[in-house]
C-alpha cells in the first residue's frame, strides 16, 4: 500500500470507518478519523500488555503512546490489515523491552547518573558521579553540533537502544550506511569534544546487539536469523535429544561415544559428524566473551528438551556481567499453523528483536529441573515432574507430557508415533511422505524431523512382529529417503497390525527392539510394566 494524501480523497473518507482494511487504508492516507478508531480499537489491548510487561500504569500509557506512533509511522510497511493486531502487539511490547532494557543498561544516561547520585552511599564518590554526568551533558550537547542525519542515528543508536535493524526500517537506511554514519559521527566528535576522554562515555552506553550471540534450533531459523539484520553471531545446537540414549552429563566421553555409535546404527548419522557436537560445547563454555545471550526456541518437545539442556548448564554457571535471553513462541500473526522459527521470513524474524527477556534464576532452575527428570532412567522422576507446577517455562509440561506418550499405552501398547501411524495408514496415507506430513502435523507438539520418523517407521516393518508391510522392502532397507523407491513405497497394515490397532493384541509385549523415551531404556520387551494412559494422561503401573 503507498502512502497516500490527496485532499479530495481525504474529505471523501470522513464516513464512519467499519472495518479494520478501511482504518488501516484510512491512517496511511493520514486521516485522524481512522488514527483515532484505530487507538480506540487497540489502545485497551495495548495497556494491558504493557502493565503486564512493566507492572507500572504510568510507563504502560507512555509505551502504547510510543507504540502507536512506531506503528503509524510504520503502516505502510504493513503486508496485510488483518496481521496488524498481532504486528502491533509484537510492537508494544518491543517498546516495553526497550523502556527495560534501558533500566538496565545505561541508555539514559543522565537520569541514572541522578539515580547514582541519590542513592549513593556513605564511601562512594559523589563529586565523581556529578563529574560524570557532566560529561553525559557534553556529550548530549556536543551531538546537535552533528549533520541532522548522523544526530538521529547517534541518538537512537546510543541514547535511545535501538539496533542498527530497527533504525534502518525505521529511517529507511540501509545498516551499511548506518554503521558508516555512527563512525563519521565518532570521528567528528574525538575532533570538537572539549574534554579529551570523553569519547569513551561511548563505550558504556548500549551497543545494540555488539557482543552478542544467538543460539537457535536449526539451519532454516538460523539462516533467517543471520538474514533479518539483527546483529550478534549465530549457532545452532545440533542436537537430537528425543531420540536415542540421554544421560545428565552429556559431556561424558564414554557416553558420547556410546550415542554417537547409536545415532549412526538409526538415524544414518556419521560418527564423526555427530561428535563436532563437543565444538559446540567448548564454545557454550567460552560464553564470558558475550555480553548477551539470546536463547531462540519453540514449544515443541524437541525444542522444550534442547532448551532445557542449555539452561541446566546455565544453571551451574556464573553468568558474570553476561546477560541471558530467551524468545520462545509457538505463534506468530501471521503464521495460521506456527511450527517452527523456520517458517518466518527475515523480515518477520527481524520483528521480534528485542522481544526476548532476560531470564532470572527461577527460569534456570526450572530449565535444569525439566533436564534432570527427562534424562532420569528412573520413571518415578518423570512422573514426579509431570506433578509438579511447571508454569515458569510456559511451554514445558505440554512437551513433557508429549514425551511421556511414547511410552507404551495400556490398550495396545503402541507409543503416540506407533499409533498415529497405523492409523493413518488404515485411513489411505500410505506413502512415507504424506504419511510423515500427517503424523507429524497430528503430533507437532513432538517436533519430530523426518531422519527420526523413518527410524520410527522402520522399527514398525521388522519382522517377526511387524505392524506395517512396505512394498519393495527388501530393496532399500535402510530408508534412503531421497530414494525414489522409497519416495513412491506403499505401506499396508499386517494381519499383526491390524490386530493391535484393533486393540486385540500387545505390541509392546512383544517388541524386543532397543527402545529410548528420554532417559528411559528398553520400556517394552518382556515386562512392560509402565505404560501411558490417555484417559488420565499419565503412566501407570500394570500387572501381568
Given at each position: 500500500?503507498?502512502?497516500?494524501?490527496?485532499?479530495?480523497?481525504?474529505?471523501?473518507?470522513?464516513?464512519?470507518?467499519?472495518?479494520?482494511?478501511?482504518?488501516?487504508?484510512?491512517?496511511?492516507?493520514?486521516?485522524?478519523?481512522?488514527?483515532?478508531?484505530?487507538?480506540?480499537?487497540?489502545?485497551?489491548?495495548?495497556?494491558?500488555?504493557?502493565?503486564?510487561?512493566?507492572?507500572?500504569?504510568?510507563?504502560?500509557?507512555?509505551?502504547?503512546?510510543?507504540?502507536?506512533?512506531?506503528?503509524?509511522?510504520?503502516?505502510?510497511?504493513?503486508?496485510?490489515?488483518?496481521?496488524?493486531?498481532?504486528?502491533?502487539?509484537?510492537?508494544?511490547?518491543r517498546q516495553c523491552y526497550r523502556w527495560l532494557r534501558r533500566k538496565q543498561h545505561i541508555t539514559s544516561?543522565?537520569?541514572?547518573?541522578?539515580?547514582?547520585?541519590?542513592?549513593?552511599?556513605?564511601?562512594?564518590?559523589?563529586?565523581?558521579?556529578?563529574?560524570?554526568?557532566?560529561?553525559?551533558?557534553?556529550?548530549?550537547?556536543?551531538?546537535?553540533?552533528?549533520?541532522?542525519?548522523?544526530?538521529?542515528?547517534?541518538?537512537?543508536?546510543?541514547?535511545?537502544?535501538?539496533?542498527?535493524?530497527?533504525?534502518?526500517?525505521?529511517?529507511?537506511?540501509?545498516?551499511?550506511?548506518?554503521?558508516?554514519?555512527?563512525?563519521?559521527?565518532?570521528?567528528?566528535?574525538?575532533?570538537?569534544?572539549?574534554?579529551?576522554?570523553?569519547?569513551?562515555?561511548?563505550?558504556?552506553?548500549?551497543?545494540?546487539?555488539?557482543?552478542?550471540?544467538?543460539?537457535?534450533?536449526?539451519?532454516?531459523?538460523?539462516?533467517?536469523?543471520?538474514?533479518?539484520?539483527?546483529?550478534?553471531?549465530?549457532?545452532?545446537?545440533?542436537?537430537?535429544?528425543?531420540?536415542?540414549?540421554?544421560?545428565?552429563?552429556?559431556?561424558?566421553?564414554?557416553?558420547?561415544?556410546?550415542?554417537?555409535?547409536?545415532?549412526?546404527?538409526?538415524?544414518?548419522?556419521?560418527?564423526?559428524?555427530?561428535?563436532?557436537?563437543?565444538?559446540?560445547?567448548?564454545?557454550?563454555?567460552?560464553?564470558?566473551?558475550?555480553?548477551?545471550?539470546?536463547?531462540?526456541?519453540?514449544?515443541?518437545?524437541?525444542?522444550?528438551?534442547?532448551?532445557?539442556?542449555?539452561?541446566?548448564?546455565?544453571?551451574?554457571?556464573?553468568?558474570?556481567?553476561?546477560?541471558?535471553?530467551?524468545?520462545?513462541?509457538?505463534?506468530?500473526?501471521?503464521?495460521?499453523?506456527?511450527?517452527?522459527?523456520?517458517?518466518?521470513?527475515?523480515?518477520?524474524?527481524?520483528?521480534?528483536?528485542?522481544?526476548?527477556?532476560?531470564?532470572?534464576?527461577?527460569?534456570?532452575?526450572?530449565?535444569?529441573?525439566?533436564?534432570?527428570?527427562?534424562?532420569?532412567?528412573?520413571?518415578?522422576?518423570?512422573?514426579?515432574?509431570?506433578?509438579?507446577?511447571?508454569?515458569?517455562?510456559?511451554?514445558?509440561?505440554?512437551?513433557?507430557?508429549?514425551?511421556?506418550?511414547?511410552?507404551?499405552?495400556?490398550?495396545?501398547?503402541?507409543?503416540?508415533?506407533?499409533?498415529?501411524?497405523?492409523?493413518?495408514v488404515s485411513q489411505g496415507v500410505d506413502h512415507p511422505y504424506p504419511l510423515f506430513e500427517h503424523v507429524?502435523?497430528?503430533?507437532?507438539?513432538?517436533?519430530?524431523?523426518?531422519?527420526?520418523?523413518?527410524?520410527?517407521?522402520?522399527?514398525?516393518?521388522?519382522?517377526?512382529?511387524?505392524?506395517?508391510?512396505?512394498?519393495?522392502?527388501?530393496?532399500?532397507?535402510?530408508?534412503?529417503?531421497?530414494?525414489?523407491?522409497?519416495?513412491?513405497?506403499?505401506?499396508?497394515?499386517?494381519?499383526?497390525?491390524?490386530?493391535?490397532?484393533?486393540?486385540?493384541?500387545?505390541?509392546?509385549?512383544?517388541?524386543?527392539?532397543?527402545?529410548?523415551?528420554?532417559?528411559?531404556?528398553?520400556?517394552?520387551?518382556?515386562?512392560?510394566?509402565?505404560?501411558?494412559?490417555?484417559?488420565?494422561?499419565?503412566?501407570?503401573?500394570?500387572?501381568?
Open positions: 500500500m503507498a502512502l497516500i494524501h490527496i485532499q479530495a480523497e481525504h474529505d471523501a473518507h470522513r464516513e464512519e470507518f467499519t472495518s479494520l482494511n478501511e482504518w488501516i487504508e484510512g491512517a496511511i492516507r493520514g486521516e485522524p478519523e481512522a488514527y483515532e478508531q484505530l487507538m480506540k480499537q487497540f489502545r485497551g489491548m495495548a495497556l494491558a500488555v504493557a502493565y503486564n510487561k512493566l507492572e507500572d500504569a504510568f510507563w504502560a500509557e507512555d509505551m502504547v503512546q510510543e507504540a502507536f506512533t512506531e506503528a503509524f509511522a510504520n503502516l505502510s510497511k504493513l503486508e496485510t490489515a488483518e496481521a496488524f493486531p498481532g504486528w502491533f502487539k509484537v510492537i508494544v511490547e544516561p543522565e537520569q541514572e547518573l541522578q539515580y547514582n547520585i541519590d542513592s549513593s552511599e556513605e564511601g562512594d564518590n559523589p563529586e565523581q558521579l556529578v563529574l560524570q554526568k557532566e560529561r553525559y551533558r557534553i556529550l548530549r550537547d556536543s551531538i546537535s553540533s552533528l549533520p541532522l542525519s548522523m544526530q538521529h542515528v547517534v541518538d537512537m543508536f546510543y541514547f535511545q537502544g535501538y539496533s542498527l535493524k530497527e533504525i534502518s526500517d525505521f529511517l529507511s537506511v540501509s545498516v551499511p550506511a548506518l554503521k558508516k554514519r555512527l563512525f563519521d559521527a565518532r570521528a567528528k566528535l574525538r575532533r570538537t569534544l572539549p574534554v579529551a576522554d570523553v569519547i569513551t562515555v561511548f563505550n558504556e552506553l548500549y551497543e545494540g546487539g555488539k557482543g552478542m550471540l544467538h543460539i537457535t534450533n536449526g539451519d532454516h531459523a538460523a539462516d533467517r536469523l543471520r538474514h533479518s539484520g539483527i546483529e550478534g553471531e549465530v549457532m545452532v545446537w545440533r542436537e537430537l535429544y528425543t531420540f536415542g540414549p540421554v544421560v545428565q552429563d552429556m559431556g561424558n566421553e564414554v557416553e558420547r561415544s556410546k550415542r554417537a555409535a547409536y545415532l549412526e546404527q538409526q538415524l544414518g548419522i556419521p560418527q564423526k559428524e555427530y561428535l563436532q557436537i563437543a565444538e559446540l560445547e567448548r564454545k557454550l563454555h567460552a560464553f564470558h566473551q558475550y555480553k548477551e545471550i539470546v536463547l531462540w526456541f519453540e514449544y515443541d518437545l524437541y525444542d522444550q528438551v534442547m532448551l532445557s539442556y542449555l539452561l541446566h548448564y546455565f544453571n551451574g554457571q556464573s553468568l558474570g556481567e553476561t546477560k541471558l535471553n530467551l524468545l520462545c513462541i509457538d505463534a506468530y500473526p501471521e503464521i495460521e499453523n506456527f511450527r517452527g522459527l523456520g517458517q518466518l521470513t527475515p523480515g518477520q524474524i527481524g520483528r521480534l528483536s528485542g522481544t526476548w527477556h532476560v531470564m532470572g534464576t527461577e527460569e534456570l532452575q526450572a530449565g535444569s529441573q525439566f533436564w534432570q527428570a527427562y534424562t532420569s532412567s528412573d520413571i518415578q522422576d518423570h512422573m514426579d515432574y509431570l506433578r509438579q507446577n511447571s508454569t515458569v517455562l510456559p511451554f514445558a509440561h505440554a512437551a513433557f507430557e508429549a514425551h511421556l506418550t511414547r511410552l507404551p499405552s495400556q490398550s495396545n501398547g503402541l507409543g503416540a508415533i506407533e499409533q498415529a501411524t497405523l492409523k493413518a507429524s502435523e497430528r503430533l507437532h507438539v513432538l517436533g519430530m524431523g523426518d531422519l527420526e520418523y523413518w527410524a520410527h517407521l522402520r522399527s514398525m516393518t521388522k519382522e517377526p512382529h511387524a505392524l506395517l508391510h512396505i512394498s519393495g522392502a527388501d530393496t532399500f532397507p535402510d530408508f534412503k529417503q531421497h530414494n525414489e523407491h522409497f519416495r513412491n513405497a506403499v505401506l499396508s497394515l499386517t494381519e499383526f497390525g491390524i490386530q493391535v490397532l484393533a486393540k486385540e493384541a500387545d505390541y509392546a509385549e512383544l517388541r524386543k527392539d532397543e527402545m529410548w523415551i528420554g532417559g528411559l531404556w528398553n520400556v517394552q520387551g518382556e515386562e512392560p510394566q509402565w505404560r501411558w494412559d490417555t484417559a488420565s494422561r499419565f503412566p501407570v503401573k500394570i500387572s501381568r
